[in-house]
């Protein structure tokens, strides 16, 4: 079923000089307008295509593809700020997405990124942005389990470390340490799930636990010693940020991975750095 919103397979119906029509279902005819028509466009050939409102309040269609759909949540740059309208985000398509004053937790600045959940006004039915994040999350209980791997998009700094939303659904915590200090506001990261709670909040770590993240960091290691001709100039007593940014991985990690390797006799530390053994 085609939504206002959303990405849907539409077939055509029919051509005219400004484009072709297409069947969107209980949304009724559809313009795709004439620049986005496909070469080899006739009747019954479907196209994906995105549904929403154009600067006229009329359904129109278009294959270019935005940042989120109605549901969705995604990091967007503020274009303009309107003064007793709202601020105009970039979302990918070539009419940019409204994030009215009422839906801003705080107000925002031409040129800064903002993370916002992509909804449907109740009052226009238009599609608009929201910073309000805590207000669009599903009520279903998160389908994921310990040790599995996600994406995190980053979208509130609290006491105890980052808000981020999990796969594009879920409300989830990045518990603030080290490893999470140089992380910010709209970036999207790997994350390993802790536990599902209760309350439907998804606790989270930059790493995978125990042997899990050991073994393929130590690999890792070994392959860079490999390629730098057997020594790097970093160790256990370099800085978090600079280990997160050459290896991708916490300090905790990455001791625990130089550790196994200097038990197996596969490195030596040269303090500074690090050594394969012979």
């Known amino acids: 079923?085609?939504?206002?919103?959303?990405?849907?397979?539409?077939?055509?119906?029919?051509?005219?000089?400004?484009?072709?029509?297409?069947?969107?279902?209980?949304?009724?005819?559809?313009?795709?307008?004439?620049?986005?028509?496909?070469?080899?466009?006739?009747?019954?050939?479907?196209?994906?295509?995105?549904?929403?409102?154009?600067?006229?309040?009329?359904?129109?269609?278009?294959?270019?593809?935005?940042?989120a759909c109605v549901g969705g949540f995604a990091c967007m740059t503020v274009r303009d700020v309107v003064?007793?309208?709202?601020?105009?985000?970039?979302?990918?398509?070539?009419?940019?997405?409204?994030?009215?004053y009422r839906e801003q937790g705080s107000p925002v600045r031409i040129g800064q990124r903002v993370v916002v959940a992509v909804c449907l006004d109740g009052r226009t039915d238009r599609i608009i942005a929201s910073t309000r994040i805590d207000r669009h999350f599903g009520t279903d209980m998160p389908a994921l389990k310990e040790g599995?791997?996600?994406?995190?998009?980053?979208?509130?700094?609290?006491d105890l470390g980052w808000k981020v939303i999990v796969?594009?659904?879920w409300r989830g915590l990045l518990?603030?340490?080290?490893?999470?200090?140089?992380?910010?506001?709209g970036q999207t990261v790997r994350a390993w799930v802790r536990q599902v709670r209760e309350d439907r909040k998804v606790d989270l770590a930059l790493d995978p636990a125990?042997?899990?993240?050991?073994?393929?960091?130590?690999?890792?290691?070994?392959?860079?010693?490999?390629?730098?001709?057997?020594?790097?100039?970093?160790?256990?007593?370099?800085p978090p940020a600079a280990i997160r940014a050459r290896f991708g991985a916490s300090k905790k990690a990455f001791k625990q991975a130089l550790g196994a390797l200097f038990r197996?006799?596969?490195?030596?530390?040269?303090?500074?750095?690090?050594?394969?053994?012979k």
């Not at 690999?219 to 020594?231: H, I, K, P, T, Y």
């Not at 197996?264 to 394969?276: D, N, S």
């Open 148 to 158: 599995q791997e996600v994406a995190a998009l980053v979208w509130a700094r609290t």
């Open 167 to 169: 796969d594009g659904a």
């Open 83 to 100: 003064p007793d309208v709202g601020a105009f985000l970039d979302w990918g398509l070539s009419k940019d997405l409204l994030l009215p």
């Open 1 to 67: 079923m085609t939504a206002l919103g959303t990405v849907s397979q539409l077939p055509m119906v029919r051509r005219t000089e400004a484009g072709v029509y297409l069947d969107a279902g209980a949304l009724g005819e559809v313009l795709l307008p004439r620049r986005y028509v496909p070469a080899d466009a006739g009747p019954g050939k479907l196209v994906e295509a995105f549904v929403y409102r154009d600067s006229e309040d009329r359904l129109v269609a278009t294959t270019e593809r935005p940042s």
């Open 210 to 238: 125990g042997y899990q993240r050991v073994a393929p960091l130590a690999e890792q290691v070994m392959a860079a010693l490999a390629a730098s001709g057997g020594r790097l100039e970093i160790d256990d007593d370099s």
């Open 175 to 185: 518990f603030g340490d080290a490893s999470t200090a140089a992380l910010r506001v």
């Open 264 to 277: 197996e006799r596969k490195i030596e530390f040269t303090k500074p750095g690090i050594r394969a053994t």
